[in-house]
């Protein structure tokens, strides 16, 4: 019988997380318990302890230890390293969105897909900018797929964070930024570095991985760790801590304290309201609209599937310029 083969796509996405059958592995599986996983970055909805064996760059490596525990089976590459799983060569490349973060190529029979995982375009001393990677077939995250969300350089507002700490100072009071410990908090405190010599107090989340960078040689403002034992005085200081920590009894010795929030979010002034921040700081470690059109002009791919964010939304759009796109679904 003459049937032509049925069209498998090389990727697809199962309700562990990606799947590349030729290869036998998953990216960032966030379920269940799988033999390979590819790793894009560390942030915790990407790397869960559900692999047998773990395949990332070596800049995410002691991220990983630290996340996952230091008995995991971790394959470490650096960026433009080819290795081969199954039938597969895969190479991880800068996704310019935390230390290590890789966005993924794999070649299957002269085909090439590559799945960003999160990125961004914009500058940040904190890593390795993004790589463009030509392509047949991109996997992008749509995180903040809307075109409202473009960022202004991160130089400008790391002026605006040291202009609100500087007012605060003024006025005797403490001033609590909150940003993800992972990444947005490393980079605040590398264009800090920049334009300032203070030094930053730190919250027990966020200190470790600040740690990291400084192994991994990203210049940052000197920071102290809070020591919660010695009774103090903290007017004038810019404490930095995880969002989990706003509205929490750690908050409590910080009487009088000005809040401020750094994230895509606050593009939104809703969000900063709703929230509860005396200030909101719009800086993403995502692509905005125009990063994300960018790439996918610049990657040269025939094909665009998305997921995350409002990924309908920059489908339709790319649809409309003729572009072949959809949104990734589960299979
Ligand atoms: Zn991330
Ligand atoms: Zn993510």
Not at 301 to 306: D, E, H, I, S, T
């Amino acid at each position: 019988m003459n049937r032509s083969r049925q069209y498998v796509p090389l990727i697809r996405m199962t309700d562990v997380g990606l799947y590349c059958e030729a290869g036998g592995f998953f990216i960032d599986p966030h379920r269940g318990s799988v033999n390979q996983a590819v790793i894009t970055h560390a942030h915790s909805d990407h790397a869960r302890n559900v692999a047998n064996t773990f395949h990332a760059t070596t800049s995410s490596a002691p991220i990983l230890y630290k996340r996952l525990g230091g008995n995991i089976d971790l394959c470490g590459y650096d960026y433009g390293e080819t290795f081969i799983l199954g039938d597969t060569r895969v190479s991880l490349h800068p996704a310019g969105h935390v230390l290590g973060s890789a966005q993924v190529r794999i070649e299957h029979e002269g085909e090439v897909w590559v799945v960003t995982g999160d990125f961004k375009r914009d500058d940040d001393p904190s890593c390795v900018p993004f790589e463009v990677v030509a392509c047949d077939t991109l996997i992008s995250e749509a995180t903040f797929a809307l075109p409202i969300y473009r960022w202004a350089p991160a130089a400008e507002i790391a002026k605006d964070i040291l202009n609100w700490w500087e007012t605060n100072i003024f006025y005797q009071q403490t001033s609590v930024l909150f940003c993800y410990a992972l990444g947005k908090a490393q980079r605040v405190l590398a264009e800090l570095y920049k334009i300032t010599n203070r030094t930053v107090l730190l919250h027990g989340a966020v200190s470790p991985l600040v740690e990291i960078y400084r192994d991994a040689g990203i210049k940052m403002l000197a920071t102290e760790n809070l020591d919660l034992k010695i009774k103090r005085d903290y007017s004038g200081e810019l404490v930095i801590a995880p969002p989990g920590a706003a509205g929490s009894a750690w908050m409590r010795r910080f009487k009088g304290a000005q809040t401020g929030f750094c994230s895509g979010w606050m593009r939104v002034r809703g969000n900063r309201r709703r929230r509860g921040y005396d200030r909101g700081f719009v800086l993403s470690d995502h692509a905005d609209w125009p990063s994300l059109l960018q790439t996918i002009s610049e990657c040269g791919a025939k094909n665009v599937l998305l997921h995350h964010g409002f990924s309908d939304i920059l489908v339709r759009y790319l649809n409309e310029q003729g572009i072949n796109a959809e949104s990734l679904i589960s299979t």
